[in-house]
């Protein structure tokens, strides 16, 4: 019923930036809240940033100031601006939604490669 579909992602020299997003379609389904979660190899998945249809956000201590995350409402699209790339945030990022309508439930795209390297 719901998917969640991310783009964007790619290998960029350090300083660099991407820009990721993620597109949400469901017929019916009202996405309350969207963000972006990342997993590096031997390291638990951990949350990038989040944000509600309110425009509230909360970003991991590690990318405050360097990552920005938005949405677009009427397109059930979240995106991510990542500027200032490091290393360590080389990690497959995953989109994520919270639906409230038709009920509560957690949602995961597939994924896309984020690789900083020189």
């Known amino acids: 019923q719901v998917q969640l579909v991310e783009s964007g992602g790619g290998l960029v020299q350090p300083g660099g930036s991407l820009r990721l997003s993620c597109a949400a379609s469901?017929?019916?389904?009202?996405?309350?809240?969207m963000g972006w979660y990342r997993q590096a190899p031997g390291k638990q998945r951990e949350l990038v940033a989040s944000i509600t249809r309110g425009d509230n956000t909360v970003y991991a201590d590690s990318v405050k100031g360097r990552f920005t995350i938005s949405r677009d409402n009427a397109k059930n699209t979240v995106y991510l601006q990542m500027n200032s790339l490091k290393p360590e945030d080389t990690a497959v990022y995953y989109c994520n939604a919270i639906t409230t309508r038709p009920r509560f439930d957690n949602y995961w795209g597939q994924g896309t490669q984020v690789t900083v390297s020189s």
């Open positions: 469901g017929s019916g389904f009202s996405f309350n809240a």
